[in-house]
């Protein structure tokens, strides 16, 4: 496969030279046939989109920019947005009459044949996140009476519309699942002996309403091709194959590491989304963490007599605060990630808690020694600098329990505990390690 | 599959029942299998892991802790260890001799057999974190004036110790890739036809030393199976197949999501690795930070005179800090993970920057409204309220630039972005934002 240049592309089509320009389109990456749709005004991009035979105008229209594929659409006519959308497979469908806006998608859902509405209409009926949202009908099914050499035949008939052919479904006649076997397995075997007799008995199955996270977690610790997807009564409607997975985990990985970083929804698009939009998905939690923080400066206000007399104290907050933010948020991520992997899981809370508290108080201990140092040749005083260390030692032992338990705690309530953010736990960080500190210095300098 | 119970389990090792053990054995998944052998003593464990088939003992094992591994090993005789480590793909291989401490590692190699320790250590030879190091050389390689029944023959004769025969990879008479062929084309292709005529020539490909995250993102890019890898004359020299892609993903995602957490390594066993070099990993970053921390409270000593005066002032410096902190993580989250999946990359960073400070001026307007309120509720100074506001709005511009920017920064200097750390950012905004709220307060109070 070749890169096509821009200047190359622009030039054939300023030449309308439409023959050499597909054949050149032929032999180029849909990715990159996509981002040089997108360096052209819209109607010249639509003559171009037209010259594409069918399979790769859907691979180039999922690389699109979501703007482009709108203003794309809109510009269809019903038969070839007919023809275009039924040649999607059925859950690249739903997920593009989801992500345009209510209009279009009204208007792309009309114009399909009955057959492929009822079954869009059926993939839109499952909650969005669940297995049935993400699955495709069109795997292969087999009867276990049939011989390998029937099965071969079934499978080369239906090859042509299937998303996989390389792990085959074995059911009963009442379409419960009851096995597997794999295009390898068949391959290999005697042509005259029965699926029954080479199949894999007890398949691993999902349930249409499983959350799409497990069925990623499933496929992949088995290395699966593909998972099956079955309903309340154990009849299997569906599956999702191994490249969906690879699609559901980036997706889940980045709303995870939004989270943290205490950005809400996922901005899929980063460009094309609006700037009001983005403020709304960050406002919320800042404000949230604005009134704690207004808490914190209420002690310090609280303070006036103490600071008043001793305004070095003040140097040392931003250090204190500070480390305990990072060294909760230290903690938090170790286990907010291995909760995501399932390396940690609830029974292991305790042991986490430990664990990691044990770290605060090495931490603590090792940081104290540095900080004792630092802060006796900024303040000149021994005493602050004895409060100081003293009080970062207490705070990175709480830092590492609140770090490590609040995730544990999250999911306990049932919120996901990627919701620990990193700007969460120094919010608690800055009020708890403010409190301590003047309650430390009350008491150690009264001494 | 079915859940095999501790109890259970544990009383059919009381009596010695190994018969009806090791055949509710065979019925279990591997995992669950390993999370037993965890429970019982190590020679006890060993008794009952010789009891496994080899594959599935290779898949028990892979799915255990890296210190009961070792554990086993130790127990394992030579000739046991050899079987054992002979017939895991050397893949597999290369990981287990990387995680092993050394002394361990060199015995297994020396008991290998001559040809599996050639491959192994051609293997090894390979820098960590390159295709070379994660191909398997067991893939099917045809050629392309077979027919498709000669093509079928040979995969039928080859498949058993294959990664995959789902993709087959066509080579010239001097081993060049010059195509590929996926199984579903050759079940559907007629048999007399040739492999040259079905084949998709130009395949995509990777080198041996091409950067790991690379192979996953082409293969994921294009939905591949697996992707080929050649040497430095473009001779194919093995294959990397979709759920070593997946495990490489999750790796590289893992390291991330540390760095942004400020935590070095990726510590990949949290219950085994010891609590000093945990410690290691979090102190570096901390104590840096530490450092940072002790100018922003230099610059709050340098204030001790307008302070001293107006002991209030410190009271909004957590406020201000963390809401720096805060908004410039937010930022730092989009664009580093933007990096991570290709839909932000180098040339779009100035778009990104000036996307990102107009958020902020934004944000720090909305928030701004909310500030001047609380600041003036909670010191009763007006004059004071619109110092914090002004700050916090300047600020928050600050934040998203430095949290926008920085990640470009750092690749620009061929860092990881991803180093790009909330801590950090927090720490950078700490200075920043104490440095500029004097400098207002200094101006605004003295007018």
Redesign the interface.
Known sequence: ?EEMNIEAFKGLLAEKNYKVLRQKLL?TEP?NIADLLDSIPDDTALTVFRLLPKTLAVDVFDYMDGSLQNRLLECFSDQAARNFLEAMPPDDRIELLEEVPANVARRLLQILSPEQKRLTVHLLGYKEGTAGREMTPYFVDLHSYLTVAQA?ER??RL??NRET??VCYVMDRARHLIGTVS??DL??ADPEARVSDIMTP?P?FVFTNTDREEVAKTL??R?L?AVPVVDAEERLVGIIT??D??DI??EE??E???R????AGT?R???TSR??D??KS??A???L???V??L???I??G??AL??EM??L??????L???G???G??S???V???LA?G??NPK?AM??VG?ES??GI??GL??GV??LI?AYL??RDLMVAAVVTFTLVVISVIATIVGGALPFVFRLVKLDPALVS??FI??VM?ISG?FLYFVVANIMLSL
Chains 1, 2 share one sequence.
Do not use: C
């Open positions: 496969m032999e990715d071969m499978i080369r090859a042509i052919i390389y295009l390898r391959v290999v007890n691993v992949l610790d290395d091709i191994h490249d997975v690879a985990v980036e990985t980045t995870d590491i939004y943290f970083g205490a950005v901005e698009s980063y460009f700037i009001l983005v403020v960050r406002a939690w800042l404000f963490l604005i009134l923080n207004m914190t400066g209420s310090i206000a303070q006036e600071l008043g305004v070095i003040a140097a040392f907050i931003p250090l605060i500070g480390t933010g990072n060294v948020a230290q938090a991520t170790v907010i990630r291995g992997t390396e940690v292991k042991a986490v664990r044990l770290v090495v931490l090792t940081l540095a900080v630092l900024l303040g990193a700007p120094s919010t800055d403010v």
